[in-house]
């Protein structure tokens, strides 16, 4: 039987970068069928062992850093340069799920209480078994290594579905793992379209699903995954609004929010979208910002938009926010197939698709708010909630902004400076997703919890668990309970 097969192309040029196989049904449940024997053998050398080979692999991929960040230009469009500060994310995410795994995962012993004063209990975080990533083309690198490094030092095997636009970076990955790990596939890549990636979903063998993507995508993998009761990550789209408070560093705050929302064409899921800026600054920053927003370029300082499909949501978008607002820079003319120039459009009504849906382009609607809780009651009023940014001099009024804001990260004085941070846990609330990728969150999320307790001696006269329990130990278990939990606190 001949395998069909499908292109990935350059966005910016449209030629072919790669030939990869449309993965049938059965050759994904081949895969599956591997990586559960390769899960065995994975979880069977142990953490100590693990580390080293999750080390070694990240040193493979640092040696190919400027091979791999050519292919991930050529794959996106993006400059290498931003290719080249991905994988560096990647890289430093790698090291951290291998270096922490053990102590976040491993035995250890908990408190039994009072009432369980003659048990021993400990608690551990096993391997699931085979974790499927289906992941996403903004950046090919950096997101799905978020689950893949996190569920192989969890101590799974994983079978990645790299999105149909850049399969070559997930082959690329797995290729270079397999030179740290070749006695056993526990790193597979299955290439294909949405088709292969609901295959992965579908495999009742499959313990876990790690999906990155769209809202809409990420509920029928959900579908697809309730068959076997398959549990998911969903780490889906955002709206990520941007805070300028009245004492904001203006400039730090205009070049934060321009790089922000610009940076990758606008196709990142925690990029800046809607910017609320307290009335006494308005006008100072918005001079800061027109000024710099002039300087840059599409195709200069950031690629063209790397799915094709994607350039008629932008133009939606902007044509309504045009009608509806008032144009800053750009407007209609700045989408130039496949490159869209910066778009900053203001008073954009808040109920219109520019501020409600996901635009990823790059584009801002910007809004004058009375003060910082009314840019924080709008930044709130999303159905997503993934991250989101507030500039502001004093720290502690900073931070209560950032608690307060409904999303599952928040940076303060820096734009999306919590990806970078391996120890801190990255998802959203909404139409954003649940579940967490990176840090010790990220790492439990790929393990099921294992809870033993152990009789050490028999209490005296306490055997509850026994039809033999007679009224004398029920009055002493209620003298007990009642001594220890039976203070009022009024
Ligand atoms: P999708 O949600 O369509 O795709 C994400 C991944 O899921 C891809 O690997 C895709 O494969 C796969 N897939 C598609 N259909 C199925 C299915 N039925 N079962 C299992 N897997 C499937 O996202 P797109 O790549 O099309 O991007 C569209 C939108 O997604 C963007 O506009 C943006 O809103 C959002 N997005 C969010 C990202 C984030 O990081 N939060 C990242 C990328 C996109 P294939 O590519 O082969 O179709």
Not at 90 to 106: M, R, Y
Not at 245 to 265: F, Q, R, T, V
Request: proline residues 6%; contains cysteine; glycine residues 10%.
């Amino acid at each position: 039987m001949t395998t069909l097969t499908f292109d990935s192309l350059n966005p910016a040029t449209g030629q072919v970068v790669g030939s990869h196989p449309q993965q049938s049904a059965e050759a994904v449940h081949e895969a599956v069928g591997r990586a559960e024997e390769a899960a065995a053998w994975w979880a069977g050398i142990g953490p100590a062992e693990r580390r080293r080979r999750l080390l070694d692999y990240k040193a493979v991929i640092t040696r190919d850093l400027r091979e791999l960040a050519r292919l991930v230009h050529e794959e996106t469009g993006k400059p290498v340069g931003d290719a080249t500060l991905e994988i560096v994310l990647a890289i430093t995410h790698l090291d951290w799920a291998a270096k922490h795994a053990q102590k976040v995962l491993g035995r250890r012993r908990v408190a039994t209480g009072m009432i369980g004063m003659n048990l021993s209990a400990t608690l551990e975080y096993l391997p699931l078994g085979v974790v499927g990533v289906i992941g996403p083309w903004n950046y090919p690198v950096f997101t799905p290594m978020g689950s893949i490094a996190y569920a192989l030092a969890a101590g799974n095997a994983v079978v990645f579905k790299p999105s149909e636009l850049t399969p070559g970076v997930g082959v690329r990955l797995a290729e270079l793992f397999a030179e740290s790990v070749p006695e056993q596939p526990v790193f597979q890549t299955v290439t294909g379209l949405g088709e292969t990636g609901a295959f992965l979903a579908k495999d009742p063998r499959v313990k876990k699903i790690a999906f990155t993507g769209s809202t809409a995508t990420a509920k029928r993998v959900m579908a697809a995954c309730a068959e076997n009761l398959t549990p998911i990550v969903a780490e889906c789209g955002g709206k990520d609004a941007f805070i300028v408070d009245s004492d904001a560093d203006l400039p730090a705050a205009a070049e934060a929010c321009l790089w922000g929302a610009m940076s990758n064409a606008g196709q990142t899921c925690v990029g800046v979208e809607r910017v609320y800026v307290v009335d006494a600054v308005y006008e100072p920053f918005m001079r800061e910002l027109t000024e710099r927003v002039a300087r840059v370029k599409a195709g200069e300082h950031y690629g063209p938009i790397t799915m094709p499909g994607q350039l008629d949501i932008i133009r939606r978008h902007i044509d309504d926010a045009t009608k509806t607002g008032k144009i800053v820079t750009g407007g209609p003319e700045s989408v130039r197939a496949p490159y869209v120039d910066p778009v900053v459009v203001e008073d954009v009504p808040e109920d219109s698709p520019a501020v409600r849906e996901e635009t990823f382009g790059p584009t801002i609607t910007v809004r004058r708010t009375r003060d910082a809780q009314e840019a924080l009651n709008l930044a709130n009023a999303s159905a997503y909630g993934l991250a989101g940014t507030i500039f502001s001099r004093n720290a502690r009024r900073a931070m209560e902004l950032a608690r307060a804001m409904r999303t599952g990260m928040t940076a303060i004085n820096s734009v999306i400076s919590f990806a970078g941070v391996p120890a801190l846990p990255f998802g959203g609330v909404g139409d954003s997703g649940f579940g967490r990728i990176h840090g010790a969150d990220g790492l439990r999320e790929f393990a099921r919890p294992k809870a033993v307790s152990r009789q050490r001696f028999a209490l005296p006269g306490m055997n509850l668990t026994s039809f033999s329990r007679g009224q004398e130990e029920l009055d002493r278990l209620i003298r007990l309970v009642t001594f220890l939990h039976g203070r009022r606190k009024r």
